[in-house]
């Protein structure tokens, strides 16, 4: 049972321009959602998460939005820089009890210049 | 550069052989946690310590095993290694396990069971 899910195995974007990477999951206990980056040979990076109390979460290029509803969340970078390429991850976890985190299977970006 | 290490980056074994993966948290996070991750496929979430004990455990094999020291650092041991356990081993650590904290991810360990 897949409880987080990222549709899109792969994304190309020119460089300049806004890379938009989903997410969806299925679990409404959910209330703490992550984005993690990743490049080759390197463990996960954090880059940036928000929680269910809100909707918007923006950190300079980087901006998550979460709409609860839809339980649907998408990262928002812009603008896009060649050095973003890399598999971006979605991440989500209950604030109680176990602390893991619900990865979903990754969206490979390349930004092309 | 996370502050969590791995060791070793890599290992080679056969099938049936006994491995020990090991990860040394962050400096002042109490919080350890095992994710493997396969071919193509997300991280999946093996096992939690704090502390030193074990907090939660996930889809973790009974041929798998861990512990966290008093030093804080873990170990991941696997045994009766088949080849489907070929995959990348990643430790992440944070502050506490009841919190908003991030987890901090190492390297890595790839291990291949030939």
């Known amino acids: 049972d897949q409880q987080v899910k990222q549709n899109s195995p792969s994304l190309s974007v020119q460089e300049g321009r806004i890379s938009i990477l989903n997410c969806d999951y299925t679990n409404s206990m959910f209330d703490y959602f992550l984005w993690y980056k990743k490049y080759p040979a390197e463990g996960p990076t954090f880059l940036i998460s928000?929680?269910?109390?809100?909707d918007k979460n923006e950190d300079g290029r980087f901006t998550v939005f979460l709409n609860k509803s839809a339980k649907h969340l998408s990262l928002h970078i812009v603008p896009s820089q060649p050095g973003d390429s890399a598999v971006y991850f979605c991440?989500?976890?209950?604030?109680?009890?176990?602390?893991?985190?619900?990865f979903g299977q990754g969206t490979r970006l390349t930004i092309n210049p | 550069d996370s502050g969590v290490t791995q060791t070793p980056k890599h290992l080679i074994t056969a099938t049936g052989q006994r491995v020990t993966l090991r990860c040394s948290p962050r400096?002042?996070?109490?919080?350890v946690y095992w994710y493997q991750q396969s071919l193509d496929q997300g991280l999946q979430f093996l096992i939690q310590?704090?502390?030193?004990?074990?907090?939660a455990k996930g889809n973790i094999l009974e041929r798998f095993s861990a512990q966290q020291f008093p030093d804080l650092h873990s170990e991941l041991n696997l045994s009766s290694l088949e080849l489907g356990d070929s995959a990348l081993y990643f430790c992440a650590s944070s502050v506490d396990p009841v919190s908003v904290y991030e987890q901090y991810f190492g390297p890595g360990t790839r291990l291949t069971v030939t």
């Open positions: 310590y704090y502390n030193g004990e074990e907090r």
């Open positions: 400096s002042g996070d109490l919080s």
């Open positions: 991440a989500a976890k209950r604030l109680q009890g176990a602390q893991k985190l619900v």
């Open positions: 928000i929680s269910s109390i809100k």
